[in-house]
């Protein structure tokens, strides 16, 4: 059984910074693609990044893209989300997820990913 822990969510001004850590444990790290997801009040969950099994392939949403970076350490079991330059529409709770697979490129959707963490709270004040 995979299970996943977040944590590094905090509240932020506008254009700070925070980086966000995903510990997995249970399974081999190396075998999953991992993903960061945010869901904001009154929305629906969507995806913010992926990154594949070997960490050679990354796919970014695009309210995202020059700002987060994923990065995983494959001997700490760890999966991170840099994130600069926040944004009060940033503001969410953040869920790290793993789906088993050794495919190039990450999954995006929701439903294509099998394990998810508890959730971290991200806010960023104006």
């Known amino acids: 059984q995979v299970q996943l822990v977040e944590s590094g969510g905090g509240l932020v001004q506008a254009g700070g910074s925070l980086r966000l850590s995903c510990a997995l444990s249970g399974r081999t790290f190396s075998n999953y693609a991992m993903g960061w997801f945010r869901q904001a009040p009154g929305k629906e969950r969507e995806f913010v990044v992926g990154?594949?099994?070997?960490?050679?392939?990354?796919v970014y949403g695009d309210p995202v893209k020059g700002r987060f970076t994923i990065s995983r350490d494959s001997a700490k079991k760890m999966v991170y989300l840099q994130m600069i330059n926040l944004e009060p529409e940033d503001t969410a709770v953040y869920y790290c997820?793993?789906?088993?697979?050794?495919?190039?490129?990450?999954?995006?959707?929701?439903?294509?990913?099998?394990?998810w963490g508890q959730g971290t709270q991200v806010t960023v004040s104006s």
């Open positions: 997820a793993a789906t088993y697979g050794t495919n190039t490129c990450p999954p995006f959707e929701l439903n294509e990913y099998d394990y």
């Open positions: 990154i594949n099994y070997s960490g050679g392939s990354t």
